[in-house]
Nanobody
Framework: QVQLVESGGGSVQAGETLTLSCVASSLSSACMGWFRQAPGKEREGVALITRKSGQPFYADSVKGRFTVSKDSAKNTVYLQMNGLKSEDTAVYYC????????????????WGQGTQVTVSS
């Protein structure tokens, strides 16, 4: 069982930066990811990072703007979001997976409670 707690969400203006944090009870999972769900839309993958190599993968919609990273000593995964747009408004979730692929699919077994990000244009 892996427990995940997100923080760092908030309301910002377009173009600003937010950094989300996800504190995990353990970073033993093969992959840690960030997902988001906007009102009326399906949940979508945003980014993930692998445990062994720390290699990041991103959705096309956030490439070049978002950066995923981890601090194993703190059992924490981060999502730095630069150049935020109104379409980035969503609840952001942290997740842990037994396996994952470069297109953000995976065995996402554990989920956090989510943190709201609202971007005003």
């Amino acid at each position: 069982q892996v427990q995940l707690v997100e923080s760092g969400g908030g309301s910002v203006q377009a173009g600003e930066t937010l950094t989300l944090s996800c504190v995990a009870s353990s970073l033993s999972s093969a992959c840690m990811g960030w997902f988001r769900q906007a009102p009326g839309k399906e949940r979508e993958g945003v980014a993930l990072i692998t445990r062994k190599s720390g290699q990041p993968f991103y959705a096309d919609s956030v490439k070049g703007r978002f950066t995923v990273s981890k601090d194993s000593a703190k059992n924490t995964v981060y999502l730095q979001m630069n150049g935020l747009k109104s379409e980035d408004t969503a609840v952001y979730y942290c997740a842990a997976a037994r396996w994952c692929t470069a297109d953000l699919r995976g065995g996402w077994d554990y989920w956090g409670q989510g943190t709201q990000v609202t971007v005003s244009s």
